[in-house]
């Protein structure tokens, strides 16, 4: 019946060839049309199942809160310059920004730029958000700003909260509390330094001190003070692409434009949305290149194995048609697709080109005989014909085998190459021929004319080595069955030593600012930017999750709206220390240090301030606080500059018997005594904090749109990537605190779940339908498990040798495991097909023949594949190796083991 419609087929290519071109090229017009629809997402959630609770989360938070697609901006430089930067810069990107593709557009993308603190709104209610018990503890420190005083409670309160406590420093949050606090203290004590060795200092330096003392820093800077984070809040999403990646380059260029001005200081763009724009433009990027490096390759080797170009051509040709209509159907069945599913071009135009390479093998081969141009068309597609047919569908299959699982990656992936390929092979059937017989006719006409028609005819170019190759082999099966054990067992001891990479940076492009930023800010900052989100349905809600999760010895930060917004009960609590605090300071006047003995006093409690900066020093560097034990060095010293701190400086110039300084520290005092004064009593507001007072800034970060949602922003105590124990603590962690926790690390833990039970899910189908296949196909266990073999074999030499090049599984190339199932199956096809037709002893004929195509088909494969290696975006690469791998070892095991068990077939039958 094939045999029948195959025959017709090329009946009708080799009479009516111009009908077949007209109705090709009416489809791939409607095709084009289609494929001009596809969208791309940028988004990992979107690889999860449809009903994933964390997909639909993350999706509803990308939609409810501005504040969850951000553009961060690091600032990196001298203190001074960066703050000035981030001062010029962030009004700029509020007003409208020329629009990169054209300068004379510009346009608002910014809602929102967050690089302060709200100062205001903590300078009227800054003693209501302060723990009751901290309050407890620090509260001296605001009973008298006078200067011998307020040395003396800021000692006592020192030792209260952070020497006498055996947790002082146990929580992230308690940590970061001291560092403010020692930070304020540095700045305060510099200052006053100033004043007393005579310099002059403003009023505006005196407040700041006394402002950063009392309010903590107000930039976002880091612990080195030599970079700062602007949060900008776009007017766009994750969800619309193409703005995404308009407005991050526009960002981009407003920053370069600003840096001309800002000599020595760095800024760049990490957070979800450049990543995203990276990952999508590189990604895209990377196909393109990678498709026209393939090609190109393609078609050169095609022309030096053929020694002719025109069929390459046409080959290619051919091939790219074939890529149009995949592209078309994918349109309408999945029409986004995302940086894993778009990889599927890639995979086509390895798997495609092979339908052509056998269809010119086995024309050229039959013209090379003296047949005719119907006789041949004929005879190559009875020949190759079967063999495309019964590869295309069990390689479909396979493809489609993936679609049991849950990720949609795996399954749209197997959906849209399968049917791609099948698209291409339908092209190869109705496109290809019509051009050979076209081409020939031309050929037959030009060598008519100069009266040598012998010429028109095409050489023999078949691999003779290949069927020499064959045929030893066959002679010696037993010493090719047997090497092929050894080989195999010991690859499989290889790769059931393999490993399992989880850290996701190793898929993302390298060398990228958006990447290499992210680990600038964990460096910097000590905050990883992979955190993950909950969401509560009430402030009430908010606040409990966020207590639960601050449990947790795997969470490092919780930032939700409860840090602006205390409880009632909570405020009750702290209003008795507040009402304390108005009233001891409300009665509270500036003193002049009328004597030496106030002087005296004074330097003691210095003394005794450095005293239990360096006992917390002790703590910290025994608790491993670095951070903590670095900054209070940098305060009192170390053994080899201790010489050189502001406490050093300060007791150098005190000793001295000079009659000013009493006059200087008065001065100091009374420059900050009545803004300390003043904002303290502002800090004392008693009026209750309510969602309605709360400034729109705040609230915006932390509530969507008509406040019924509030977001709770979860960052690990550890980088993720770098344990994969740890990131699978975070994310267990995360579940039991909330069934609705999203974000990237539980996505991403999930997404490798998912696709690793799907994968070895679709392996067990594949292998169960491709033998299915072959045995409708064949109609003999036998054969078909002879064309099994290679595959099976192919796929654990596939793995054994990436662990011994030094690679590893991860969640982008453990794809390759189900995929080379439907890849491999080709050759071991091919070989039996044309081995059943041509009878026994027909080993070096085939393998000569049908043997060069598949190590043409292997090699255009391998060198598709191998093109993706060139790919900006890591994760390309990674599967680029792992299918090349899988391609060469399916062909070797085809070309080396199959003959050794046709010749054990044939020895039996004898």
Known sequence: MRDKILSKLAKLHANHPWRMLIIVTAITIICIILASQIQISPKWSDMLPKGDKRTAEFDRILDEFVSASSIVIVVQGEEAKIKAFADTIAPKLLAPIPNPENKTEKKIYVRRVDYKQDV??????GFALIKESDLKNMRDIFRNPNLVPLLTNINNSFEKEYIEPDEALSTREKEDGAYQFLNGIENWLGVMHRYISG??????????????????????????RKALILNVIPN????????MVEGTDAVQSLITETLKDFPGVQAGLTGTIPMGRDEMVYGTQGVEYTSIISMIAIGVLLIISFRMWVAPLLALLN??????????????????LNIMTLMFFVVLIGLGIDFSIHIIAGFTEMRALGNSIEKSMEGSLLKSGMGIITGALTTACAFFALMIGDSRVMSEMGLITGIGLLAVAAVTFTLLPALLVIRERRREKHFVKKGNIQKAESKDISFIFLGRIGAVLKERYIFTI???????????????KITFNYNYMDIEPEGIPSITLQDTVLDKFDLSMDFAYLVAESVEESRQLTDVARDYSSVAVVEDISLYLPSPEEQKKRNPHIEAIRHFISGTECKDLLSEKELNVLKQELERLKMNIIELQDLAFTGGQDKIDKKCGEIVGYAESENNTVFSRLESILSHKDKNILSRTNSFQNDYFAFFKNNVLKMANEESISLDNLPVSIVDQYGNKDRSLFLITVLPAHNIWQDALFLYRFTD???EISERATGFPPVFRALIDVIGRDGRNAAILTIIVVFILLLIDFRNVGHALMAMIPLLTGMVWMVGIMHIIGRQLDVVNVMALPLILGIGIDDGVHIIHRWRREGYDSVKTV??????????????????FGSLMFSLWRGYGSLGTALLIGVGACFITTVFILPGIIGWIERKKE
């Open 199 to 224: 310099e002059d200092v403003s009023l505006k330096e005196t407040h700041s001190a006394v402002d950063k003392l009392l309010l903590g820093e107000p930039y976002f800077i880091s612990y080195d």
């Open 120 to 125: 205001d709104f903590i300078r009227n209610h």
């Open 482 to 496: 047997l090497g092929a054990i050894i080989v195999t067992a010991l690859l499989i001891w290889s790769a059931l």
């Open 733 to 735: 962690d995360l579940d």
């Open 319 to 336: 091939l790219v048609v074939g890529l149009i209509w995949a592209a078309g159907l994918s349109a309408i069945l999945v029409p986004v």
């Open 847 to 864: 393998f000569a023949s049908t043997g060069k195509a598949i190590l043409l088909t292997s090699l255009t494969t391998m060198l598709a």
């Open 236 to 243: 766009f999403s994750m969800m619309e692409v193409f703005l």
